[in-house]
């Protein structure tokens, strides 16, 4: 996720809104009758460590009125594999996706230590090794989700940050898929997950490609803001061209969105709600899509689906309608 994410009434009726704006999302030529999609598509959420109820996992549950399928976490590669929190992920049903990330957080994008090259060369083995070790004993499936968002300008592994290329990246990727496989960490799937196209921000990620003998999926984050150079804009809109870049390169993977999220419109509530329903009803039809994961925090602005009581019921409806 982006680390700058600038911030876009009361609830009156908030079934009958909330179902009306399903009613209102159907397929060019299409009713409000529309059929619930043939692959019901699956859900997670990423929830910080905080003391929030929004950040319980049980009450997001309850809120949505449906268990998660996916559980995201983030770790810096310096630190040890969070097992106990993947087992009590992995235990609730939930699949786990784990971002490892090859920095130390908070230190911003100078991190030359964190170069691309060094992963490949071999410097952060002792880290890696040890990472695939306590996987490969835990043995349990995990997608594991290495330095995403490479293609922005935000993180110490970026293209163009700290002398990083894409054929860095691509020598780095497969270093660290050759240490997990020699490790024996089997359960391990490995996410190779960009961000969606933000003009001045991003570069083209085709070329960051590892290849699908080293990529088990494929994954992409994107969030909808108002502000910082961006307008407003559908879920159709942010990812259809990732999607379609997405589906055009070798392996034919499947694909999860790995972090999306909406800033709030105006009026209060209904333009998220509104947003929330035609993100879950487009990924639902779109092909080899299998899911997405909600940022369900509230950070740089209020990123969480229950931060209007609108959002809120349009979630819990929309996965009640297309999800599993």
């Known amino acids: ?6 911030v876009v009434a ?5 079934s009958l809104a909330a179902v009306l704006l399903l009613g209102a999302c159907t397929s060019p030529g299409g009713t409000s009758a529309d059929p619930v999609a043939d692959s ?4 997670g959420v990423f929830v910080p460590d905080d003391s929030e109820p929004s950040s319980d996992l049980a009450v997001v549950t309850q809120m949505a009125d449906r268990e998660p399928d996916y559980v995201l976490r983030f770790a810096a590669l ?3 594999a969070p097992i106990d929190r993947l087992e009590a992920i ?11 990330e090859p920095w130390v957080p908070g230190a911003g994008v100078d991190q030359p ?3 691309l090259s060094t992963i490949a060369d071999g410097d952060h083995d002792a880290d890696l090794t040890r990472w695939a070790d306590a996987l490969a004993s835990w043995d349990r499936p995990v997608l594991l989700r290495f330095a995403h968002e490479m293609n922005g300008d935000w993180y110490p592994w970026a293209i163009g940050v700290n ?3 894409a054929s860095d990246f691509v020598e780095a990727w497969n270093h660290v898929h050759e240490v997990f496989a020699d490790a024996g960490a089997s359960k391990v799937r490995f996410v190779w997950a ?6 001045g921000h991003t570069t083209a990620f085709q070329s960051l490609y590892p290849g699908p003998a080293t990529v088990d999926v494929l994954g992409i984050d994107g969030y909808n803001q108002n502000g910082d150079g961006r307008s407003w804009t559908t879920a159709e809109e942010l990812f259809g061209p990732g999607l379609d870049e997405l589906r055009a390169l070798p392996g034919g993977k499947p694909i999860v969105v790995t972090e999306t999220a909406t800033a709030e419109g105006a009026p209060l509530g209904t333009e998220k709600a509104e947003w929330i329903s035609g993100l879950v009803r487009f990924l639902s039809d779109a092909k080899r899509v299998e899911g997405f994961v909600w940022f369900q925090a509230d950070k740089e602005q209020d990123w969480r689906f229950n931060s209007t009581a609108q959002a809120q019921a349009a979630m819990k409806l929309a996965l009640a309608r297309f999800g599993s």
């Open 10 to 14: 009361a609830a009156l009726a908030l």
């Open 194 to 199: 960009p961000n969606v196209s933000y003009p």
């Open 40 to 43: 019901p598509l699956k859900w």
């Open 1 to 6: 996720m982006r680390r700058s994410r600038p």
């Open 163 to 165: 002398g990083n290329t």
């Open 78 to 80: 310096a630190e040890d």
């Open 90 to 100: 992995s235990a609730s049903g939930a699949m786990p996706i784990l971002s490892l």
């Open 113 to 115: 230590d964190y170069a």
